[in-house]
């Protein structure tokens, strides 16, 4: 039987600043969804990448006195370094600056030249070099100088010295450029575009965030300009040599150039994994660009949101900042993982506290799981002395509510769900165990059957615990399946063996007492 294909991409990374958290919090979601669809019977494509053909960069590498390609090539193997020190198991890396990547955006470009779809034009408009992106006056606001305190843009309110008008991200005043461009008719597009939401409802995730995009598109479509005539370091426009690619055209193609071997073509996208700021682009430019040069478009977008840190914006300035890989060697992935994804949903904002991950680690890993599990190994051992093993038929069909629900919730990228049910159905088990106090029943000579199917009972409703968060901290997992006499379970999982392991009758194996893998943390 051949395997479905699954593809999933990262958001855009910048090139210009080393992955902090809200960064590994995206690709996190997308490397816990790769590593479930590679264990269902999916043969699984994860692209993740740097954007390096942007005038931040230019301005970067200048600063620090560098040519600009040595400067993205250090900052490559930096971006690479943090996801390889996550264990973020990606099997593509591409960097917009490939030469395959060049190739193919010329190619659609004059694709869609071709198609009638660009246009060239004289223009004056205001730039946010920050953005990457071309702003209007009512996506600005006023900001006081003196205080860095920003306000709407209205008529009673004047220009000063000290009051300018910024870009609400970056609170940087835009530059005024004028300049010939070339533009994509993204006017064109907008029935196209409206009909392909109709017959695809679950495009974007959330719903709530599709119903803006929708909104925008009914409202009115402007066409964008596609093209720079100030920087010769991007790709140059196949029709016009003196024009390079503006970032967003040239950078959202690297989703196609990663399935460029066509012996194993992954396109369409299965799931864009994007942040809600570049939702607009993801959702409407990029299907249009892909229509104008007959490419598919991709299944589905799912939208992260923001969050804050003590319930602070993420900033340089407020030194909030955080390093995913100081605060995985400070505590671990493992905390880093559960609480970014069990604390907030996906397409919530949310808030990361740093006492409250660590308190939540300890109640959901350290104690929780780990309590179940070395109550079930003592005892074992100190039930069956000769051969440590548990065998039994016995199954409580509660459990197979828990595999169903955990199934829909992965199928439908709710990951907080899937780790909340993982959790709810361990504190169940807990009262199991409390109920039927096994500590108590192990002293009885006549209860030795019974001790060894509860016991059984239990260490098989962890398995499948295990066997569902497995995505989450694959290395634990697999190591408590090999304490168990459990030994070929990461061969089986990456030949797609998964159904036959939740379905299979187990017997367990356990020789010796362990050493905590999930160890508290202090406060």
């Given at each position: 039987m051949q395997?479905?294909?699954?593809?999933?991409?990262?958001?855009?990374?910048?090139?210009?600043?080393?992955?902090?958290?809200?960064?590994?919090?995206?690709?996190?979601?997308?490397?816990?969804?790769?590593?479930?669809?590679?264990?269902?019977?999916?043969?699984?494509?994860?692209?993740?990448?740097?954007?390096?053909?942007?005038?931040?960069?230019?301005?970067?590498?200048?600063?620090?006195?560098?040519?600009?390609?040595?400067?993205?090539?250090?900052?490559?193997?930096?971006?690479?370094?943090?996801?390889?020190?996550?264990?973020?198991?990606?099997?593509?890396f591409i960097r917009t600056t490939e030469e395959r990547h060049h190739k193919l955006v010329r190619e659609v470009l004059q694709k869609s030249w071709d198609n009638w779809d660009i246009y060239e034009w004289v223009y004056e408009w205001m730039y946010c070099v920050w953005c990457e992106a071309f702003k209007k006056e009512e996506d600005l606001v006023y900001m006081n100088k003196t205080t860095k305190k920003t306000f709407p843009i209205t008529k009673e309110v004047e220009l000063t010295d000290n009051i300018i008008k910024v870009c609400p991200d970056h609170l940087v005043e835009p530059q005024k450029l004028k300049e010939k461009n070339y533009f994509f008719r993204l006017s064109k597009y907008g029935d196209f575009l409206l009909n392909h939401y109709k017959?695809?409802?679950?495009?974007?995730?959330?719903?709530?965030?599709?119903?803006?995009?929708?909104?925008?598109?009914?409202?009115?479509?402007?066409?964008?300009?596609?093209?720079?005539?100030?920087?010769?370091?991007?790709?140059?426009?196949?029709?016009?040599?003196?024009?390079?690619?503006?970032?967003?055209?040239?950078?959202?193609?690297?989703?196609?150039?990663?399935?460029?071997?066509?012996?194993?073509?992954?396109?369409?996208?299965?799931?864009?994994?994007?942040?809600?700021?570049?939702?607009?682009?993801?959702?409407?430019?990029?299907?249009?660009?892909?229509a104008s040069a007959w490419y598919e478009l991709p299944k589905q977008i799912l939208t992260t949101w923001f969050f804050t840190v003590n319930w602070q914006k993420i900033s340089k300035s407020l030194g909030n900042v955080i390093d995913p890989v100081e605060f995985s060697e400070k505590y671990s992935k493992d905390?880093?993982?559960?609480?970014?994804?069990?604390?907030?949903?996906?397409?919530?904002?949310g808030d990361f506290d740093e006492k409250q991950a660590i308190l939540t680690y300890n109640a959901k890993l350290a104690n929780n799981l780990w309590n179940l599990v070395n109550r079930v190994v003592v005892l074992s051992l100190k039930l069956q002395k000769e051969s440590g093993k548990l065998k039994s038929v016995i199954w409580d069909a509660k459990a197979d509510d828990f595999i169903n629900k955990t199934k829909l919730y992965?199928?439908?990228?709710?990951?907080?769900?899937?780790?909340?049910e993982s959790f709810s159905f361990l504190d169940k088990l807990n009262d199991f165990t409390t109920q039927k106090e096994p500590w108590q029943m192990i002293k009885d000579d006549l209860k030795q059957d019974e001790t060894r199917e509860v016991l059984y009972t239990i260490a098989e409703w962890l398995r499948q615990v295990w066997l569902a968060l497995y995505p989450f901290f694959p290395e634990k997992m697999l190591e408590m399946f090999v304490k168990l006499g459990l030994q070929n379970y990461k061969e089986r999982l990456e030949n797609w063996e998964l159904q036959a392991l939740i379905t299979e009758t187990t017997v367990f194996e356990i020789k010796e007492k362990w050493k905590p893998l999930f160890s508290r943390f202090e406060v």
């Open positions: 395997n479905d294909k699954f593809f999933i991409t990262t958001p855009i990374y910048y090139t210009n600043g080393i992955p902090h958290i809200w960064h590994s919090y995206s690709s996190i979601i997308a490397d816990s969804i790769a590593r479930y669809e590679k264990i269902n019977w999916k043969k699984t494509k994860f692209s993740t990448w740097v954007d390096e053909n942007s005038q931040k960069a230019v301005q970067k590498a200048g600063e620090q006195g560098m040519e600009i390609m040595p400067y993205l090539d250090m900052m490559a193997a930096k971006h690479k370094a943090v996801w390889d020190w996550l264990k973020i198991e990606y099997t593509d017959k695809n409802p679950n495009f974007v995730i959330p719903q709530d965030r599709f119903n803006e995009v929708i909104a925008f598109v009914e409202r009115w479509l402007e066409d964008f300009s596609i093209s720079r005539e100030t920087n010769k370091f991007w790709i140059h426009l196949p029709f016009d040599e003196e024009q390079v690619a503006y970032v967003w055209y040239d950078a959202l193609f690297n989703y196609v150039t990663v399935c460029q071997n066509w012996q194993e073509d992954f396109w369409p996208a299965d799931l864009h994994v994007v942040w809600k700021d570049i939702i607009r682009f993801h959702a409407i430019y990029w299907p249009a660009m892909l905390l880093l993982t559960l609480y970014l994804l069990s604390s907030f949903n996906i397409w919530q904002d992965f199928k439908n990228y709710n990951l907080k769900w899937v780790l909340d």
